[in-house]
């Protein structure tokens, strides 16, 4: 049996291990893409938005709640497709994404792609991302987030899913961007952790205090030992965004 395969086929289990759909979960995950996704999306709620493999619809639910009326998402795992349709919409799919998109060309104000380019294996990142650029309307844009190889802690992301592939650099992530034509391309961090709330200000001080410390610490590591090439961007995600060029 092939070992991707049958982890696709009982992926739903896997994710429900660390994030179980909830309507608590739903809200807090709608704050948090609000605060980082927010400011990239259209600002016509009306423009048509693709999520590609939306799994339990967590960020077409923030895009409902945002108010934009031209929603979907397409999902390879039956039981997540499942789940949207009785939580958050019935616009999702159960279908791959290269065909879905070839059939929808020059249609979309924007594509968002949340940790899935990891997943996918080398030979058909560029057909799958050539496919996204074609499904934009001119002037559309992309939006992906992956893993960031230079924050040391990602490794665990790496190695935490057998179906991942890959993890990003800032220089990487342009490359594929940029091999596929995307235009304007612009890289962005991104904490995975949703908004926190704190029972107390000491509690509150204490937090961040530990998250400067645990920032200079990985930066000071980089400077050690790559010798100055540092990497500007250094949370668990990194984003990032590309334009479709306009016809001349």
Partial sequence: MDLDQYLYDHYESHLAQGAP????RYEKQARH??????????EDKTVPILDIGCGFGHFLYF???SGYTTYRGIEAGRRQVEVCHGTVTPAVEHTAAIPYLSSHRAEFGAIVMLNVLEHVPDSELLPLLGSVRDALAPGGRVIVSVPNAACLPTLMTRYGDLTHKRLFSEWSLTQLLDAVGFKSIRLLPHERRVIRSFRSR???LAWH???R??????NELHVHLMEGAVPSIQTVNLIGVGTRACAS
């Fill in 21 to 24: 759909p909830s309507a608590e």
């Fill in 213 to 218: 410390f645990a920032r200079w610490l990985l």
């Fill in 33 to 42: 893409y609000s605060s980082v996704f927010g400011p990239l999306l259209p």
């Fill in 209 to 211: 205090l530990r998250d």
């Fill in 63 to 65: 895009l409902r709640q």
């Fill in 202 to 204: 000491r509690e509150r």
